[in-house]
């Protein structure tokens, strides 16, 4: 049973356009959710994060979207750079049941193209 | 702040052998976290601690896995009699209280 999903495997964006990553989730008691980054042979890289009582938050050229009521979140990075190349993770917890484990999707790969 | 270290990066085994692996987690960084990842999946839970206490385990965790967290610093995780769907990318991550995970850059197990 896959509780968070990213149904795209993977992404091209030309340089300097804007990328938007989705991931849905399936459970309702989910209400903190993050996206990583991460290179091959490296663990993920922390980016963003948001909590259920938000439905934006924004950090640099990143910004994750929340809605709740379709449970989907998205990430877009604006404007995309060639080091932006990396598979995605979209990962969420149910902090306020005291569940602070994460559960993730099987990521998006996203290239860059110059 | 040097970020969460793994020891050590790589680990080739014979099946049926044991594997400890070793996690630092950010030195001030109250809970610790295990996960495992392979081939085309996001990581998937393991275990986690509080201090010294470990609160969680998965059912993924079988009894031929242990983790310890003695003295609540650093980790290891146990693997006795290895085989080879062991072989995968186990990942550490600390926190502190409900903030984010930051992870380690994992221990590569491959088990012949």
């Known amino acids: 049973d896959q509780q968070v999903k990213q149904n795209s495997p993977s992404l091209s964006v030309q340089e300097g356009r804007i990328s938007i990553l989705n991931c849905d989730y399936t459970?309702?008691?989910?209400?903190?959710f993050l996206w990583y980054k991460k290179y091959p042979a490296e663990g993920p890289t922390f980016l963003i994060s948001?909590?259920?009582?938000?439905d934006k938050n924004e950090d640099g050229r990143f910004t994750v979207f929340l809605n709740k009521s379709a449970k989907h979140l998205s990430l877009h990075i604006v404007p995309s750079q060639p080091g932006d190349s990396a598979v995605y993770f979209c990962?969420?917890?149910?902090?306020?049941?005291?569940?602070?484990?994460?559960?993730f999707g099987t990521g998006t790969r996203l290239t860059i193209i110059p | 702040d040097t970020g969460v270290s793994q020891d050590p990066r790589h680990k080739i085994t014979k099946r049926g052998q044991n594997v400890t692996f070793r996690c630092d987690p950010i030195?001030?960084?109250?809970?610790l976290y295990w996960y495992r990842q392979t081939l085309g999946q996001g990581p998937e839970f393991l275990t986690y601690?509080?201090?010294?206490?470990?609160?969680?385990k998965s059912r993924l965790l079988s009894d031929r896995f242990s983790a310890e967290r003695p003295k609540g610093s650093f980790s290891t995780l146990e693997i006795q009699r290895t085989e080879q769907g062991d072989s995968a990318m186990y990942l550490c991550?600390?926190?502190?209280?409900?903030?984010?995970?930051?992870f380690g850059p994992g221990t590569r197990l491959t088990v012949l």
């Open positions: 991550a600390s926190s502190l209280g409900g903030d984010p995970q930051y």
């Open positions: 459970n309702s008691m989910f209400d903190y």
């Open positions: 948001i909590s259920s009582i938000k």
């Open positions: 990962a969420a917890s149910a902090l306020g049941v005291g569940n602070e484990k994460l559960t």
């Open positions: 030195s001030e960084h109250n809970r």
């Open positions: 601690f509080q201090n010294e206490a470990q609160l969680e």
